[in-house]
Each structure stands twice: as structure tokens, then as C-alpha cells.
């Protein structure tokens, strides 16, 4: 859905959980926090705080990584 990003809360090149969360977007007066959907790297942020995004963008470059 369309946005606006109101926090990135991981950074490039960090390791992360299943369910970390990782962007808070708001949208239709509500905040939607986006988890990291598998344990993985964030690759790179593609929006910065403030910034609109339309719907269907992708906000994160993710790559799963294998359990250890």
C-alpha cells in the first residue's frame, strides 16, 4: 500500500532474525511494521525516513541467509 517510511530500524549490511523488525511505514493513519520475513542480510535500504512510497515498491534488498 501506499506510504510514507516514518522509521528505518536496520541498517545495510546487518545480519538479522526471522521477524526483526525492519521499516515502519505509515499508511492510511496507521503504522505498519515491516519484520524481516527469514533470517537473512539486509542488502540496502531503499527509502530514507520521510520519504513517499508508492504501493508495490520494494523498501529493502534482503537476501535469506541459512540457519545456523
Not at 26 to 42: D, F, N, S
Request: glycine share 8%; charged share 30%; hydrophobic share 45%.
Amino acid at each position: 500500500m501506499p506510504g510514507k517510511v516514518i522509521a528505518v530500524l536496520a541498517k545495510a549490511g546487518t545480519v538479522v532474525e526471522k521477524g526483526t523488525p525492519l521499516v515502519i511505514l505509515e499508511a492510511m493513519k496507521m503504522e505498519h511494521t515491516l519484520l524481516a520475513p527469514a533470517r537473512g542480510r539486509v542488502n540496502a535500504i531503499r527509502y530514507k525516513v520521510g520519504d513517499q512510497v508508492a504501493e508495490g515498491e520494494a523498501l529493502i534488498e534482503f537476501e535469506t541467509e541459512k540457519e545456523p
